[in-house]
Nanobody
Framework: QLQLVESGGGLVQPGGSLRLSCIGT?????????IGWFRQAPGKEREGISC???????DYADSVRGRFQISRDVTKRTVFLQMNSLKPDDTGVYYC???????????????????WGQGAQVTVSS
């Protein structure tokens, strides 16, 4: 069964950085998929924060633009989310979603991806 696996979460102080990774298993490349990163804080809905399309176009939520960067390493078949200048409001469980049935050249920040990982906890606190 296809799964996505996120890694790289943890506890960081405000102003710090983390890099999340998303990889497909069993050994399924993400290079041909739209990938979205989402986060969910306690008691809140899942929020789209960044995505990258199969053509490499990217999009960001206003709350993270300029601080987060999404990228794709085609050799490692992995999508990364570099998070800088982290704030306590960035705390939550971070999920990656994948869509291989490409109907549009643009990725989306809506949580409509059919495949999801189990999530990685990110806590920003002093």
């Amino acid at each position: 069964q296809l799964q996505l696996v996120e890694s790289g979460g943890g506890l960081v102080q405000p102003g710090g950085s983390l890099r999340l990774s998303c990889i497909g298993t069993p050994n399924r490349t993400l290079n041909s998929a739209h990938i979205g990163w989402f986060r969910q804080a306690p008691g809140k809905e899942r929020e789209g924060i960044s995505c990258i399309s199969v053509t490499g176009n990217t999009d960001y939520a206003d709350s993270v633009r300029g601080r987060f960067q999404i990228s794709r390493d085609v050799t490692k078949r992995t999508v990364f989310l570099q998070m800088n200048s982290l704030k306590p409001d960035d705390t939550g469980v971070y999920y990656c979603g994948a869509e291989w049935s490409i109907r549009s050249l643009a990725c989306t920040l809506q949580p409509r991806y059919p495949h999801w990982g189990q999530g990685a906890q990110v806590t920003v606190s002093s």
